[in-house]
């Protein structure tokens, strides 16, 4: 669990957290908990995510992968150790003393990592892999699968910050449209580092989706094209937040992040 969790990593959704909750005067070690809760569960899904019978990776962060590094067995169990533990955080009377927020972020977070987020789109992901001669894909169909995988953590990120910080519908609205398109840019991003970077920068092995014939918007509309989406999406993340005014800074400081990162 600690090599899954410990070894290195942008931790970009604890800090969409913490940033998100600052809006609304949260400080920043009442927001640590779901903060850390969310990054446990991003982290066990990169450790199944790297299995062989997935998408059998060797390298993760510049380290082998947990089951690279232990064996199948043991990455599966410390994946669903950390999927848990994420929860029981959650649900501690320190994380919040009101128990209604509590249930409200342990709702979101279940809805957003699971079938309906991010394992139905690694579901998705993997039946275009796995299965035989798939359907031609479509600019509407990988935005889907994408939203998914990618995104629905990303706006759990921001929407976590307002429930703790007790947001208005508008100011909820605003930061999740915000974290639905910092998600898609953070996945063209990832696309355009599996066809352009380099394994000792990125991290972790690349040229993968063009050597599985993956469906991406890189293999789709080509790099070109890709990266002008990438540009008008951070526009839109950036555009989400105006209702916050300067407030909104390190959150698009943070987009940026996401667009022009090389790791």
Same mark, same amino acid.
């Given at each position: 669990?600690?090599?899954?969790?410990?070894?290195?990593?942008?931790?970009?959704?604890?800090?969409?957290?913490? !940033?998100?909750?600052?809006?609304?005067? %949260?400080?920043? !070690?009442?927001?640590?908990?779901?903060? @850390?809760?969310? !990054?446990?569960?991003?982290?066990?899904?990169? *450790?199944?995510?790297?299995?062989?019978?997935?998408?059998?990776?060797?390298?993760?962060?510049?380290?082998?992968? $947990?089951?690279? *590094?232990?064996?199948?067995?043991? *990455?599966?169990?410390?994946?669903?150790?950390?999927?848990?533990?994420?929860?029981?955080?959650?649900?501690?009377?320190?994380? +919040?003393?009101? @128990? *209604?927020?509590?249930?409200?972020?342990?709702?979101?977070?279940?809805?957003?990592?699971?079938?309906?987020?991010?394992?139905?789109?690694?579901?998705?992901? =993997?039946?275009?892999?796995?299965? #035989?001669?798939?359907?031609?894909?479509?600019?509407? +169909?990988?935005?889907?699968?994408?939203?998914?995988?990618?995104?629905?953590?990303? $706006? /759990?990120?921001?929407?976590?910050?307002?429930? =703790?910080?007790?947001?208005?519908?508008?100011?909820?609205?605003? =930061?999740?449209? /915000?974290?639905?398109?910092?998600?898609?840019? /953070?996945?063209?991003?990832?696309?355009?580092?599996? @066809?352009?970077?380099?394994?000792?920068? %990125?991290?972790?092995?690349?040229?993968?989706?063009?050597?599985?014939?993956?469906?991406?918007?890189?293999?789709?509309? #080509?790099?070109? @094209?890709?990266?002008?989406?990438?540009?008008?999406?951070?526009?839109?993340?950036?555009?989400?937040?105006?209702? /916050?005014?300067?407030?909104?800074?390190?959150?698009?400081?943070?987009? +940026?992040?996401? %667009?022009?990162?090389?790791?």
């Amino acid at each position: 669990m600690r090599h899954a969790v410990l070894g290195g990593g942008k931790r970009v959704r604890p800090l969409l957290v913490i !940033e998100s909750a600052a809006l609304f005067g %949260v400080a920043s !070690e009442d927001a640590a908990l779901t903060a @850390a809760a969310l !990054e446990l569960v991003h982290c066990y899904s990169l *450790a199944h995510d790297d299995l062989p019978a997935m998408d059998n990776d060797e390298l993760r962060r510049g380290r082998p992968t $947990v089951w690279k *590094a232990y064996d199948e067995w043991t *990455a599966i169990l410390a994946g669903d150790a950390l999927l848990t533990l994420a929860f029981e955080i959650l649900a501690r009377p320190e994380n +919040h003393p009101d @128990a *209604a927020v509590r249930v409200a972020l342990v709702s979101a977070l279940a809805r957003s990592s699971g079938v309906a987020g991010m394992v139905g789109g690694q579901a998705l992901d =993997l039946m275009a892999d796995k299965l #035989g001669d798939p359907p031609a894909p479509t600019v509407e +169909h990988i935005r889907r699968l994408q939203a998914m995988k990618t995104g629905a953590l990303l $706006v /759990f990120a921001c929407q976590a910050g307002a429930i =703790l910080g007790g947001a208005n519908d508008k100011e909820r609205k605003a =930061l999740m449209d /915000f974290g639905a398109a910092l998600g898609f840019a /953070f996945q063209i991003a990832d696309d355009l580092l599996d @066809a352009e970077g380099d394994a000792a920068t %990125v991290g972790k092995a690349v040229a993968k989706d063009a050597a599985a014939n993956k469906a991406t918007l890189v293999s789709l509309m #080509g790099i070109p @094209a890709a990266k002008d989406m990438l540009a008008r999406t951070e526009a839109a993340a950036s555009e989400a937040l105006t209702i /916050f005014g300067s407030r909104g800074d390190i959150l698009r400081a943070a987009a +940026h992040f996401v %667009v022009s990162r090389r790791s």
